[in-house]
């Protein structure tokens, strides 16, 4: 088993936008990453995506962002650490 690192540590730091978006998954049942990812077209089907987004971010976005994410600290990194 792999040692716990704080995510930061490893240059993964979710922006705002994408921070509100990993919330909304963790509130509809996602608990890793890359469930969080998995939920994003979902997510952008939602009627929720100006609540959660606001006008500044994308979808896009935040997508970028959780493939980053993906990529630097894995997809099986909990939720409730980036929050």
Known sequence: MRPVSDTWDEGFDPSSGARNTLRWAYEMGATTLGEAYDMLDQ???SNDVPE???HDDTVDGVR???EFGLETVGPDTLLT???
């Open 43 to 45: 997510f952008e089907l």
């Open 52 to 54: 959660v987004l606001g």
């Open 64 to 66: 970028e962002e959780f």
């Open 81 to 83: 650490t980036l929050l």
